[in-house]
């Protein structure tokens, strides 16, 4: 325990807020798996960046998800959630040649072929006989494209997490006001979120990896998407454990009896606003506050744990 | 009552304000690798890759200390290397370096150059986040893009053979042992793989050029592309300035490697070095963790650049 107790409570609520968002990025990551949220909003992007969207039947889109090198990428009939750029460019540039030589021009949207004629002009050296500009131009413009729609995914699904923040407050009964109190009052509670923190703290925030679709090669080539090793956004077993103690329905009806109706639904509802708006801020937050508030904690700065490298100082 | 309820409500917010506004931890460096490649340059000592130069120096850098090295930048692409890159010839104001250095100022914005030298992954200037064959930005677009990857020293451009300015820089002060290698040794690193991808996390590393002394415990060992040794280092009173033993790399057909291929256990040389990522180390951290994220001690070893 510090000399500050306020310290202390402030890196346990911090650290409460840091689990139930990890709760929430698993739920949002799951629904997001069964949804095909990533897939569908890039077929979405696609459809957009072609010129199809608005239009019930984007057939050229649906031609370009059908080209043997988009096939790869899906899962059975699920949509790719990842296409890297050049296989983007190089499938569309088949889909269109293909087009033309079939003297359907006609088929390509009209905003994408000037898009291509826009493109093929600003890098004339670059443009094959066809007209079509060269893969790499072709490749930064769908770069572009997806950019933005990161943050679109990312505004889109900000509601979502929103919404389960507040599925999860109230499920667990996650009261902001009703933990601060306990923490204020309960040093033995405090001392003990503390030590939890640091544990979490030390497996550090989640390192995200890639996967390659041709692990074997050591050529470089576009990585897949992100892997789903994904350990340190889980709970463990002991902090699934801690959530269930400190908070839960069991205690309320007695607290609803002896507050009367007004007054518990008052308390409760700014507690649970509260945590539903810390939660909804994500788990990199907390965790990055967390690991701030543990710094200014310390004395001094807490030596990582070193696994000695291998040939190098022994440990 | 409501006191208390506004207290806390304000405590809350400070919660979040001041979470914001302290200063955040320095390990945010994060660069995304290919595992097979990683596997394939453990052990090798160069690199070969298909360049687009995108910008480079007009001329070598004056000789000083510090970034004054002597060195020309230039900074690029290659598909071969997947990943934003800067590659420095050393002692480019030197006569012997001229035609190289005409070649590489030649394609200055968007020419091709095929070059090859010493591989170098080292958080100097780093960018947030980069993944190998990913779509990483080029930024900022000058002759020193955030990276993480270098080709440094070269050794050929073109069919240019420039192994003979692997030699120390006249009149640079490099940095010493005693303020390079322990600063090494207490750093540390965060790795995490997947099957096919290995991540690492840092923060941002310093010093470029040391000078110090080496003690081969062992022959040097010839791989593919040079030479690599374990030595002891010593600092200029010859005490050893890091415990244990560091590897050496020496690049095939350098004057480097020429100094030392004869070598034997036992012999001490003075040298002119600069750290990177020790790939092998690394390896054999991800064998022993699996999928599971980690810290670990800063895994690196030594280009030599020169011996005296």
Known sequence: MTGFPILDVVIGLTFIYLLLALVCTTLMEWIAHVRNLRGRMLEQGTRRLLGEDGEKDAKFTAALFQHTLMQDLSEGKRKPSYV???????????????????????????????????????EPTQTDSQSLPAIPALAEWFDEAMDRLSGTYKRKTRWI???????????????????????????????????????????????ETVEYADPLNPQVTAPIGTDSTRSPDQLLAEEQALLGEL???????????????????????????LTALAVSLGAPFWFSALDRFMKLRATGVVPPKYQAAPGSKPA | MIARLIAISSAFACVALAADSLPAQAKKFEVRLKRAWVQKFADRTTVEAAMTVRHTHKHA????KGGDDGDIHFSGTSPDIGLPF?????????????????????????GQLAIAGAWRLWFEHPAKKQTQGGSNAFEPDHTNPDHSFEIHPASKVDQLNIGGSFIPIANY???????????????????????????????????????????????????????????????DQGDEAADGTRRMIFVGGTKAATAIQNASAGDRFRVLGVPRLNLKSVLALVNKNGTKQFDAQLPYEMIIVGVH
């Open chain 2, 173 to 235: 002060q490099a940095y010493d042992a005693d303020t390079a290698f322990p600063y090494f040794d207490s750093d540390s690193v965060t790795i995490k793989a997947s099957s096919s991808g290995i991540s690492i996390r840092s923060k941002k590393l310093k010093y470029n050029y040391v000078e110090f002394e080496i003690e081969l415990t062992h022959d040097p060992k010839a791989v593919q592309d040079g030479f690599i040794g374990l030595a002891r280092v010593f600092n």
């Open chain 2, 86 to 110: 800067v590659a420095e010839v050393v002692n480019a104001g030197l006569p012997a370096q001229q035609p190289a250095m005409q070649a590489i100022i030649a394609q200055d914005d968007g």
């Open chain 1, 247 to 273: 908070f839960g329905w069991k205690a309320e009806r007695a607290a609803f009896a002896a507050q009367g109706a007004g007054l518990w639904l008052f308390r409760h509802i700014l507690g649970w606003t």
């Open chain 1, 161 to 207: 997490v929103l919404l389960l923040a507040v599925g999860v407050t109230l499920l667990m009964n996650a009261d902001t006001v009703k933990l601060t109190t306990n923490l204020w009052h309960n040093p033995t509670l405090r001392a003990f979120l503390v030590e939890r923190a640091k544990v979490r703290l030390d497996q550090g925030p989640p390192l």
């Open chain 2, 61 to 64: 850098n004056s000789v000083k």
């Open chain 1, 84 to 122: 890297p750029s050049k296989t983007f460019a190089r499938a569309l540039r088949d889909i269109v040649r293909e087009r033309q030589t079939a003297t359907d021009a006609q088929q390509i949207p009209p905003r994408l072929q000037a898009s291509l004629q826009a493109l093929a002009s600003s």
